[in-house]
């Protein structure tokens, strides 16, 4: 007598259920550090960027004999304030009134209060912050432009995440 055997049995099914379920214990935990891993990355990216680009045009300025100091780093084309847009958008006015560009596509501001991941300047005058929320959305980096410079302004760990 042949039996033909058209499912598989209780336990075979089971077996495979408990597998699958070990191998995304295992697996979950590693995307999610994935997903953290990628967007310090890019805030680190930007940051460098951002950094690059400063030193550039202040070097450009300098050697143009032009002193004028950079305060801003949120400005449209026009120089008008663009913070709640575009982050990093242009540098404020040279002493030849150009608003030369930061970087050649607009890092977008925080696109409100609770968003995280983002970057988003806070300050009503110059010396403005620039900051960083991360993903826990309980610490901050934050980065303030003075002096040509953006520099680390809080906790030293929290800009060492991000390259800061």
Known sequence: MKHNRLAFTMIELTFVIVVIGILAAIALP?????????????????LASVRSSLATERQKRILR??????TNLSLDDSG?????TNVFDHFSADSDGNYNSVLNYPIKACPSSNAKACWKRTGSAAPYNYIYVFLDGTTDAIF???????????????CAKIGG
Do not use: H, P, W
């Open 144 to 158: 303030k432009l003075d002096q040509n410079k953006l520099m680390c302004d809080n906790d030293a760990t929290d």
């Open 80 to 84: 008008n304030d663009n913070a709640s």
């Open 30 to 46: 590693r995307f999610a550090d994935t997903a953290d891993t990628a967007y310090l990355s890019r805030a680190e990216s930007v």
């Open 65 to 70: 004999g032009d002193t004028t100091s950079i």
